[in-house]
């Protein structure tokens, strides 16, 4: 029986390769498939594709037993693997390695698409695949590495998306073509999650941690994970969260010039679980000893508040709180900390009092974004 996810987005008339995307899509990211769901007809549709192309780039990069050569390989050429029907790669040990031996059923959708959103998966995909090879091949040492990197991990994702949306005749050509902003929303998002997966990356592997930072307060990256190194680890970490918070401002700019209701649902839904991601590690030991995040339930309700800018405003501000609760007095980074935290608060209320987050009307909460949440709550119950 389908889960109500993949019901929900596959009606009668969708065909049997177009249901198991979004079986996949709900299997490879369950909180991702819940904000594509709340999109409509095509666009829902390439932005599931979308998704799952990268999500199968990704993935080669990611897998720690695929060879150096073979992986140079498959990212310099991944691109051309969408117009190749029979392609697949079925070697692969890492968890998500799904959507890569089942990319025909994948490639076939995508160039079932309209050619807008072919050109747009396509080129996002050779420009993410011929960046992350540069990183094949060299360490992430400074505060300039980590910020490419993270374009060519996030940054050229949330511009494809965009690109997408504008596609779709959703928002204005002006927004798209303000790339510096997308890609600082990318930055940010990265930035989070390399934050936050600290420990599994070291399991499997992988540093995405710039070397600037560590070298401070470890001689090695992986030494941060001893207890005895607990001190410097935490200091290391809110180092790193600092510079993430630089981002925030662009991300309120941004968020600010949507018109298109999906467009910002779709938007916002993705900084806000960012930002609370980041509240939540902030100053917290338990990055060294797990992946942190942050409750269900809480996903949940910033999912359904987060449906205009003034409800963004005050959940950005309530984050920020949190970490300025947090901050410790002895910390290096601190000033550093105190400041961009102040400088967001400031902005958080630039335009007037700020709303208690319980007391938005549930006119705002579109019914799209109701059932793709209420979908998703559901599936992780099971």
């Not at 932005?47 to 780039?57: G, H, K, S």
């Not at 390695?97 to 959103?117: C, G, H, N, W």
């Not at 303000?178 to 930035?191: A, E, V, W, Y």
């Not at 949507?258 to 338990?286: G, K, M, S, W």
Request: net charge negative.
């Amino acid at each position: 029986m389908a889960t109500s996810l993949e019901a929900a987005a596959a009606p009668d008339s969708m065909s049997d390769s177009l249901q198991t995307c979004y079986k996949h899509l709900n299997e490879t990211g369950r909180s991702f498939a819940a904000i594509i769901l709340a999109l409509d007809g095509e666009l829902r549709d390439a932005m599931c594709i979308f998704y799952l192309v990268l999500r199968a780039l990704d993935t080669v990069e990611d897998d720690m037993t695929i060879n150096l050569q073979t992986k140079i390989t498959m990212l310099h050429n991944f691109h051309t693997y969408l117009y190749q029907a029979a392609w697949r790669f079925t070697e692969g040990k890492h968890k998500d390695r799904q959507v890569l031996e089942d990319f025909p059923t994948i490639s076939l959708e995508f160039r079932k698409l309209a050619m807008v959103y072919q050109e747009v998966i396509a080129n996002t995909c050779h420009k993410m695949g011929v960046g992350l090879v540069e990183f094949l091949e060299k360490r992430i040492e400074s505060f300039l590495d980590w910020d490419q990197y993270s374009h060519y991990s996030a940054g050229l994702v949330v511009i494809g998306m965009f690109q997408l949306v504008a596609s779709a005749g959703l928002e204005d050509a002006p927004v798209v073509e303000d790339t510096r902003l997308l890609n600082s929303t990318g930055l940010f998002q990265q930035k989070t999650n390399a934050i936050r997966d600290y420990l599994e990356d070291q399991l499997e592997g992988r540093e995405f941690w710039p070397r600037e930072v560590w070298s401070k307060y470890s001689k090695k990256l992986s030494d941060l994970a001893k207890p005895e190194n607990i001190v410097p680890a935490v200091q290391c970490l809110n180092d790193l969260v600092t510079n993430a918070l630089q981002h925030i401002p662009d991300v309120l700019l941004y968020l600010s010039r949507l018109r298109n209701q999906n467009a910002f649902n779709f938007f916002a839904i993705q900084q806000v679980i960012a930002v609370a991601t980041l509240a939540a590690c902030y100053n917290n030991h338990q990055v060294f000893k797990g992946v942190v995040k942050i409750r269900k339930g809480q996903a949940v309700t910033l999912m359904m508040d987060a449906t205009n800018m003034q409800a963004v405003r005050a959940i950005m501000y309530q984050c920020m709180n949190e970490i300025y609760q947090k901050i410790p007095v002895s910390d290096p980074s601190t000033g550093r900390t105190q400041n961009i935290v102040s400088t967001i608060q400031k902005l958080c209320l630039s335009n007037g009092p700020l709303m208690s987050r319980h007391g938005f009307s549930p006119i705002y909460r579109s019914c799209a974004v109701l059932l793709a949440i209420l979908s998703w709550y559901y599936l992780l119950m099971l």
